[in-house]
């Protein structure tokens, strides 16, 4: 179906160490932990940090069918 293992992105206020090295563990492809600043929320570059990491690690040439047969 794919050209291999799927990228995978977490943004969340909460990531630790310990949730970096169980993505490390259990994840053979891209992954993006980003954390964002709990005091302030996310923030713009909080949104771009992903699409900029998505355009490198999951590059697309043209859309296709979601996983699972699910809609985007």
Avoid: K, N, Q
Avoid at 9 to 18: L, P, R, S, V, Y
């Amino acid at each position: 179906m794919g050209e291999g293992p799927c990228a995978f992105a977490w943004i969340d206020h909460g990531i630790t160490d310990a949730d970096r090295a169980w993505v490390a563990e259990h994840h053979d492809g891209p992954a993006l932990l980003h954390r964002v600043d709990p005091r302030r929320g996310p923030a713009p570059d909080d949104f771009a940090v992903p699409e900029r990491w998505a355009a490198v690690a999951a590059p697309r040439t043209a859309p296709g069918p979601a996983p699972s047969g699910r809609s985007r």
